[in-house]
């Protein structure tokens, strides 16, 4: 049930045709997991707070730095040196007390990332490398949670969703984040954020629709983007959408997987 400050609170909401009473009470009783309060996760994790979303985790285990402030919008000046996972809970806590927020201080590895994922109904993940994103991916496959990932590049940017845990109308396995990406681009082939740079406010626009994607497939209407990669160029501002499907070779739900827990994940 909705309380009548959240009525009001939501009363935006409540009134679109597609979300309605039903759609809001759905976002309260959702839990999402966000990996990384950093330059996606920021924004993401404000707007998923706004719109009701009735638990939200973070996980993050760094701290709030000057350089982050160009980007990460949930963070203050005065919150340099602090933990972001701190930080960001201050911030959703003040924008929306009718949320709960979850705090894990610490790094996903995978000796803990199947049992914070598979606490959660859905997982965003703004993680700015690719041994977590594989990680994460194929965490949220072992877990059967379903998957929203974004990545920032310096002018660009994309977005997908994944649930390859699940089967299409024809009764085949959606594809996999191994789908879309088989292997990681070689070492020292991507550079950092630190040495390439980002666009602020291209992080803000792409942790903003990860947010819009969430809610989407929490409520549940119009169309989501499984096995569609949605590509954005800031220079030209221009969007592009590019179906994949599933990879009969890959190794999570292939056929003849071979992953099967995240032993592959640990480091020597």
């Known amino acids: 049930m909705l309380s009548d400050e959240e009525l009001e609170r939501y009363a935006r909401h409540i009134v679109l045709r597609d979300v309605g009473g039903p759609g809001q ?15 996606l996760g920021a924004p993401a994790l ?23 402030l160009q980007r990460q919008v949930i963070h203050a000046t005065p919150d340099i040196g602090r933990p972001k996972v701190e ?3 201050e911030r959703i806590n003040a924008l929306n007390p009718h949320v709960t927020v979850v705090a894990h201080r610490t790094w996903l590895n995978a000796d803990n990332a199947l049992d914070l994922i598979g606490a959660y109904d859905l997982v965003l ?10 990680l994460v991916s194929d965490a949220c496959f072992l877990a059967a949670r379903p998957l929203i990932t974004g990545a920032l590049g310096t002018f660009d940017a994309s977005l997908t969703t994944i649930r390859a845990h699940e089967t299409n109308e024809k009764g085949e396995f959606n594809p996999t984040y191994r789908c879309l990406f088989p ?4 070492p020292g082939t991507v550079p950092a954020c630190a040495e390439a740079g980002v666009m602020g406010a291209l992080a803000g626009m792409l942790g ?22 949605l590509m954005l160029d800031a220079r030209t501002m221009r969007f592009e959408t590019l179906r994949y499907g599933r990879d009969p070779a890959n190794p999570l739900n ?13 480091k020597p």
């Open 87 to 89: 930080s960001a809970a």
């Open 125 to 134: 993940d703004g993680s700015d490398n690719f041994d977590t994103r594989y």
């Open 208 to 229: 903003s629709m990860m947010a819009l994607e969430a809610i989407r497939e929490i409520v549940g209407f119009g169309e989501g983007l499984v096995g569609r990669l």
């Open 25 to 39: 009470a759905a976002l309260k009783r959702a839990s999402v997991l966000v990996i990384g309060a950093g330059g």
């Open 254 to 266: 292939g056929d003849g997987p071979v992953i099967a827990d995240l032993s592959m994940h640990r």
């Open 183 to 186: 292997e990681p681009p070689p």
């Open 46 to 68: 404000m707007y998923l707070a706004a719109a009701g979303v009735g638990t939200i985790g973070v996980v993050d285990d760094d701290m709030v730095s000057l350089s982050n």
